[in-house]
């Protein structure tokens, strides 16, 4: 039985920040750790006490956590960055909440001695010898202690503490990753083991100069001792303990969006009964007006909840090679039950979402093709842009004349002409851009042309066939990617205001070209009337794209591409990387490092010294058998990751990358990591250092076939569109989702009139088929019957 565990966060904003520079204000950042792992920064707000990030991510982590970490930094040019405060929060209180977290927090001082990670190897043995005692500790080693020094490292050692005796072991310098082995032996009497006190184990980084730096602590009750005489294995280390102030509110707030999803995740043929009913519903649809799990899903659903239902059934029917047909079932059933075609899809929808998740889930690739080169080169040129007379500022425009400051007419004239300009390439991309289309996205478009021409056949209602696919097409996916890059990963960081506002008007006129200019000088915003011209042109154009796009014979989609988000040819990820050379060990970093252009699908992971250098090296992704992070003291290098892979003749290779930040850095872990996650050899443990000057940076161990000193994270990812099809996770979504509504369900068919309606479940089929599905998957997995997540 697998567990699944994903985390999902939105660092939302902050406010009443200290001023930490002298100009009386701040540039803050947000850097979040999952145990005291780095796995996101947000962008730096400038000059800002009430900073707004609305940054989210989700992480995928099969092996659970502990703490979950928000440190609020204000970005210095010169010098040392400063820590402002954190937020911490606990696996356990996450998991309290099971419709998630959505607060302001207040932000504690950050102490030392409770910034503490890793795990000791341990083995505890009470001895019994007549009227003589004696507590033997067998300390064998730790790994991913903090690193306490200024050289990225520590000095530790480890002391063993009851009842006022105490044992050292000897220290071990530079090092996180220390092994003793040593034995400590505390001489007791009989009476000095009450079973209420606890055996403590400390771990300390040694100074010369000041006092000893606190690494962490294990505490082991007495009682345990006297019930297992010999106690052995990993224990992770603890702070002290100390109350953390949050000085009252005076260091500031952070408004934090939090939830925690577990799931057990049973073997595959406990959820086939229901796979067998979800494909069924699209496989012999029923009348539109009668029930299928697919329209009790729509009625047990939030609308907060219906996004990611829509994205997991997406999912499955991908896995089932029937996304089609079950996006052709939802539409059907939208379209017939629209009496105003005005309204049509206008709704949030699990025919809406579920198309909208489609388009992400297999468009992605193509989306990125056709819009990415643009926005590049709207961020690049930073261009001051404004229409609306309101927002415009005189004392900003001096840049674009040698003349001084310009006119509001002037300014208005220069705006048009580069969002005309930015919109000619935009909509001469997408125009172009149709043999570039998914066949997939196409042949589900062509099936919604389709139903909404039999539904509205009348001449008035010519333009609503085309409405609903370019309501989906450009307002629902391309007007979106433009307003917000980052989000549809068209940019590591959001745009800076200005940026931001240019990107706003795009966004609009994009969405009116979507909108056929039906709709145009009915809004407030009469201030885009000079834009009308270009956007009714437009039109024309976006009428014959749509029908070029849907001119596709569904029998020539081969099946490859109805079940995968991504053909294993494809590149999902590609990028500037720096690669460190094979015979580098002598170098200096900057000659050490190499520039190259690398390229990841799931197949291989290849790289050249340009995007059109024509010899490329590659490595087989079924090589892969770790992706992970670098020590700093390594090659006291930051941002650094280590791509390991086995030969035909089992021996271990690795390849060092640097990444210019820590979010590229974690980008490509998660996704050299998704494309290997099915291999067969993945290792369990690593290396985080280098084997240098005869032994290992990180344990020091000067055997370099020695095994790893740290565990692998090969299934630690973070979630977005590229994800691999999981079917059984995804299908215990969908069943813990039923769950939930069933008492809904039962209340609704066991109503004294029972009427057919379109929206209720008051047919009387309704709950058997529930019943059935919850029956064939309930034998074995009584657990999941409540859908709150278990704690540990």
Same mark, same amino acid.
């Given at each position: 039985m697998a567990k699944n565990t994903s985390l999902y966060f939105r660092i939302v904003e902050g406010r009443n920040l200290p001023a930490k520079d002298v100009s009386g204000t701040s540039d803050p950042y947000c850097l979040v750790k999952i145990d005291?792992?780095?796995?996101?920064?947000?962008?730096?707000?400038?000059?800002?006490?009430?900073?707004?990030?609305?940054?989210?991510?989700?992480?995928?982590?099969?092996?659970?956590?502990?703490?979950?970490?928000?440190?609020?930094?204000?970005?210095?040019?010169?010098?040392?960055?400063?820590?402002i405060g954190k937020v911490s929060l606990s696996k356990e209180t996450i998991a309290a909440q099971s419709k998630g977290l959505d607060n302001w927090m207040n932000l504690t001082r950050v102490d030392p001695d409770e910034e503490v990670q890793g795990e000791i190897h341990l083995g505890l043995e009470l001895l019994r010898d007549g009227p003589r005692m004696a507590l033997r500790c067998h300390v064998i080693e730790a790994r991913d202690l903090a690193p306490r020094d200024i050289s990225g490292t520590s000095d530790p050692f480890a002391r063993i503490i009851f009842n006022n005796h105490s044992a050292e072991t000897s220290i071990i310098k530079k090092?996180?990753? @220390?092994?003793? $082995?040593? &034995?400590?032996?505390? +001489?007791?009497?009989?009476?000095?083991? #009450?079973?209420?006190?606890?055996?403590?184990?400390?771990?300390w980084d040694w100074d010369m100069v000041g006092k000893n730096d606190f690494l962490g602590k294990v505490e082991i009750p007495m009682a345990c001792l006297q019930r297992t005489p010999l106690l052995q294995g990993w224990f992770r280390l603890l702070p002290l303990g100390n109350t953390e102030d949050d000085a009252g509110g005076k260091l500031g707030a952070l408004r934090l969006k939090i939830r925690l999803v577990e799931d057990r995740i049973l073997p595959s043929m406990y959820y086939q009964p229901l796979i067998d009913l979800l494909v069924e519903s699209v496989i012999s649809p029923a009348e539109v007006e009668d029930t299928t799990p697919l329209t009790m899903l729509e009625e047990v659903t939030t609308v907060e909840s219906r996004q990611d239902v829509a994205m997991t059934l997406v999912k499955i029917y991908?896995?089932?090679?029937?996304?089609? @047909?079950?996006? $052709?079932? &939802?539409?059907?059933? +939208?379209?017939?039950?629209?009496?105003? #075609?005005?309204?049509?899809?206008?709704?949030?929808?699990?025919?809406?979402?579920?198309?909208?998740?489609?388009m992400k889930a297999v468009g992605m690739l193509y989306l990125h093709e056709v819009l990415k080169p643009i926005v590049n080169r709207i961020f690049e040129e930073k261009k001051y842009i404004e229409l609306d007379p309101c927002k415009i500022e005189l004392n900003r425009t001096r840049r674009i004349s040698f003349k001084g400051s310009l006119s509001e007419a002037e300014v208005r004239e220069s705006s048009l002409e580069l969002l005309q300009a930015y919109l000619s390439d935009i909509m001469a991309s997408i125009m172009s851009s149709v043999a570039q289309c998914p066949p997939v996205m196409r042949v589900a478009f062509k099936q919604l042309h389709k139903r909404v021409e039999e539904q509205f056949p009348e001449p008035e209602n010519e333009d609503v066939k085309y409405?609903?696919?370019?309501?989906?097409?450009?307002?629902?996916?391309?007007?979106?990617?433009?307003?917000?890059?980052?989000?549809?990963?068209?940019?590591?960081?959001?745009?800076?205001?200005?940026?931001?506002?240019?990107?706003?008007?795009?966004?609009?006129?994009?969405?009116?070209?979507?909108?056929?200019?039906?709709?145009?000088?009915?809004?407030?915003?009469?201030?885009?009337?000079?834009?009308?011209?270009?956007?009714?042109?437009?039109?024309?154009?976006?009428?014959?794209?749509?029908?070029?796009?849907?001119d596709i014979d569904n029998d020539n989609v081969p099946e490859a591409h109805q079940r995968a988000v991504f053909l294993p040819s494809v590149t999902v990820k590609e990028g500037y990387l720096h690669k460190r050379k094979a015979e580098g060990g002598q170098l200096l970093p900057r000659f050490a490092f190499k520039k190259r252009y690398f390229w990841l699908s799931s197949e291989a992971l290849s790289y050249a010294k340009t995007p059109d250098w024509q010899v490329r090296s590659s490595i087989p992704i079924q090589r892969i058998c770790a992706v992970e992070r670098v020590d700093e003291n390594a090659f006291q290098q930051q941002n650094m990751m280590q791509v390991i892979t086995q030969d035909n003749d089992g021996q271990l290779h690795t390849m060092y990358i640097q990444c210019k930040n820590v979010n590229e850095l974690n980008q490509w872990l998660s996704a050299i990591r998704k494309a290997s996650i099915y291999n067969e050899r993945m290792l369990p443990s690593f290396h985080p250092g280098a084997f240098r000057s005869g032994r290992w940076t990180c344990c020091l161990q000067s055997d370099r076939t020695v095994l790893g000193c740290s565990r692998t994270h090969s299934a630690v990812t973070l979630g977005d569109w590229s994800d691999p099809l999981d079917p059984d996770a995804e299908t215990q979504t969908i069943y813990k989702q039923l769950l939930q509504g069933r008492d809904m369900l039962r209340s609704v068919s066991m109503h004294p009139y029972p009427v057919r309606t379109n929206s209720a479940f008051s047919h009387a089929l309704a709950l058997p088929v529930i019943s059935e599905g919850a029956k064939r998957l309930g034998t074995d997995c009584s657990h999941l019957r409540d859908p709150t997540p278990p704690k540990l």
């Open positions: 005291n792992e780095v796995v996101a920064r947000t962008a730096t707000v400038w000059k800002n006490l009430n900073p707004f990030w609305g940054e989210e991510y989700t992480l995928h982590l099969p092996m659970g956590f502990h703490t979950l970490s928000f440190y609020v930094i204000d970005e210095d040019t010169i010098g040392h960055d400063d820590v090092t996180r990753f @220390p092994h003793w $082995d040593e &034995l400590l032996e505390l +001489e007791l009497e009989a009476e000095e083991l #009450p079973e209420e006190k606890c055996v403590m184990l400390e771990v991908l896995g089932q090679g029937l996304v089609v @047909p079950f996006l $052709d079932y &939802l539409n059907t059933r +939208e379209v017939h039950q629209t009496s105003d #075609p005005n309204t049509l899809f206008r709704s949030n929808s699990l025919a809406s979402k579920a198309m909208e998740q489609f409405l609903a696919i370019s309501g989906f097409f450009f307002l629902r996916f391309f007007a979106p990617a433009i307003l917000t890059p980052k989000l549809f990963n068209l940019r590591d960081l959001h745009a800076d205001t200005r940026t931001s506002r240019t990107l706003l008007l795009l966004a609009k006129a994009v969405q009116s070209i979507g909108n056929l200019g039906l709709q145009l000088g009915h809004g407030k915003e009469q201030w885009m009337t000079p834009l009308h011209p270009f956007i009714l042109r437009s039109v024309g154009s976006v009428r014959d794209f749509l029908d070029k796009l849907i």
